[in-house]
């Protein structure tokens, strides 16, 4: 299965994101092609599946993830695909940030129209090192706000990789099942 990944980032951690989903995915047997959305990505055309990823800033992804995704919608929506959204709001103990978390999501696929078979969310990191003074000082509030660290000294990553690891074995198997056409029906149908 040729895969393409479209990824969208800021301060980087998307992008390792991504990366590591292309080595689980080489370590499968697949063939694994990656891209960042702003940096003139292939089309999907050529692909059997497609994952598509973008960080959470202020409520919104990057401009390049959603620009990717509204000009192939009718390339994406016929081949199986997921959505990979990366933010901090996963990793928070409140229960109301996960929905802020989904809602943004939710919405942001229904606004480009486009219908992956499957959306995960992904908890990111807190690059204190990385930030500006202004970005450093409304990143600490929000983390005291929540019960983060707010020793800025060093940095903080959230991500669960094992499960990105098992996001990706579940989506190479329902990736390969919507593509046989009696699945694909009953996907239709049930769907
Ligand atoms: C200025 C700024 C605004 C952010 N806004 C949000 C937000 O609205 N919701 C959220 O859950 N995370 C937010 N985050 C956290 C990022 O989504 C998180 O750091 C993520 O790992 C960034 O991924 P990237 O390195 O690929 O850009 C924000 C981070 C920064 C620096």
Redesign the pocket.
């Known amino acids: 299965m040729k895969t393409l990944i479209i990824y969208?980032?800021?301060?980087?951690?998307?992008?390792k994101i991504a990366r590591f989903m292309e080595d689980v995915l080489e370590d499968m047997g697949n063939k694994a092609t990656i891209a960042d959305a702003s940096d003139e990505p292939p089309a999907p055309d050529d692909y059997d599946a497609v994952l598509i990823g973008g960080?959470?800033?202020?409520?919104k992804y990057q401009s390049s993830v959603t620009h990717y995704i509204s000009q192939h919608v009718a390339a994406l929506n016929q081949m199986p695909g997921a959505f990979y959204s990366?933010?901090?709001?996963?990793a928070s103990g409140l229960e109301e940030?996960h929905h802020e978390?989904e809602k943004?999501a939710t919405d942001f696929l229904a606004q480009t129209g486009w219908k992956p078979l499957m959306v995960t969310h992904i908890a990111?990191?807190?690059?204190y090192t990385q930030?500006d003074f202004l970005?450093r000082l409304?990143?600490k509030m929000i983390s005291k706000r929540e019960g983060r660290t707010t020793d800025t000294s060093q940095d903080y990553e959230f991500t669960d990789w094992d499960a990105v690891k098992e996001f990706i074995h579940e989506f190479a198997r329902n990736a390969v099942l919507s593509k046989l056409p009696w699945t694909k029906n009953q996907m239709e149908i049930s769907g």
Do not use: D, N, P
């Open positions: 969208g980032t800021t301060q980087g951690q998307t992008r960080s959470i800033h202020i409520h990366v933010c901090l709001a996963v940030e978390a943004i990111g990191a807190l690059k930030y970005k409304i990143m």
